[in-house]
């Protein structure tokens, strides 16, 4: 069972930019940072908190 199909028809993908221009409430705050992070190849050196 895929997520689209969990959260139904309506469900769709965001990206970080369009949940920005949004002003969506994602928590942890810094995930949206961390997701752009990750896309743009930035792997951490170490243990990584996002609480």
Do not use: H, K, Q
């Amino acid at each position: 069972m895929s997520i689209r199909c969990t959260l139904g028809p309506e469900g769709r993908w965001w990206t970080t930019a369009e949940l920005r221009s949004t002003g969506a409430l994602v928590e942890p705050a810094e995930l949206l940072d961390f997701m752009d992070g990750y896309w743009e190849g930035w792997l951490p050196d170490g243990e990584i908190s996002l609480e």
